[in-house]
């Protein structure tokens, strides 16, 4: 069964730094690009970002660009996100996402980790 | 970047009864589109690929088609654990982008 477990989420100050997390189980993580995307509160979805399975290739929404650095290690199974700058419109449920098959639709989800931005 | 515009924004409708929603891209994106499904504090939940393509598990009531730049899901005799929001996605290229949603509820 795939799961992917997110954590790392919490309470942080605008300007300040936090790190997500997302291990994958019951799949070949190393065979597969990862995504984040976020949810503010009672919004709708917005993609943040993505990373191929072996890291070559990394895009990032405009909005997060120069501020958020997606990365992973395939040895550990986990998919990172380090965010800077945090801003208060940056609150929101984060979550990773598997790209599934060759287009770049999402085939699983994991349950979210919250993130708010304020002081 | 894609905008996806998604309608209606909210839907009611009864049991049994026959729903369509809508997506329609401000450009070209092929069959690169998906459907997916988000019920209240959960995470969604993939629907529909490549425009026609029914994910695995998902019942066969659900189907979608295309007409040009214009994106249809169909739910064939909705049932109560259809509720929820639907979410209409255009993975052709990034930044890949999202419909707003349209929020299904029984009548």
């Known amino acids: 069964e795939v799961q992917l477990v997110e954590s790392g989420g919490g309470l942080v100050q605008p300007g300040r730094s936090l790190k997500l997390s997302c291990v994958a189980s019951g799949f070949t993580f190393s065979n597969y690009g990862m995504n984040w995307i976020r949810q503010a509160p009672g919004k709708g979805l917005e993609w943040v970002a993505y990373?191929?399975?072996?890291?070559?290739?990394?895009y990032y929404a405009e909005t997060v660009k120069g501020r958020f650095t997606i990365s992973r290690d395939n040895a550990k199974n986990t998919l990172y996100l380090q965010m800077t700058s945090l801003r208060s419109e940056d609150t929101a449920l984060y979550y990773c996402?598997?790209?599934?098959?060759?287009?770049?639709?999402?085939?699983?989800w994991g349950q979210g980790v919250m993130v708010t931005v304020s002081s | 970047d894609i905008q996806m515009t998604q309608s209606p924004a909210s839907l009611s409708a009864s049991l049994e009864e026959i729903v369509t929603i809508t997506c329609q891209a401000s450009q070209d994106i092929g069959n690169y589109l998906s459907w997916y499904q988000q019920k209240p504090g959960k995470s969604p939940q993939l629907l529909i690929h490549s425009a026609t393509s029914l994910a695995d598990g998902v019942p066969s009531r659900f189907s979608g088609s295309r007409s040009g730049t214009q994106y249809s899901l169909k739910i064939n005799r909705l049932q109560v654990e259809d509720t929820g929001i639907y979410y209409c996605l255009q993975h052709y290229s990034a930044p890949w982008t999202f419909g707003g949603g349209t929020k299904l509820e029984l009548k």
């Open positions: 990373i191929s399975s072996g890291s070559s290739y990394i």
């Open positions: 996402a598997r790209k599934g098959g060759i287009t770049h639709y999402f085939d699983y």
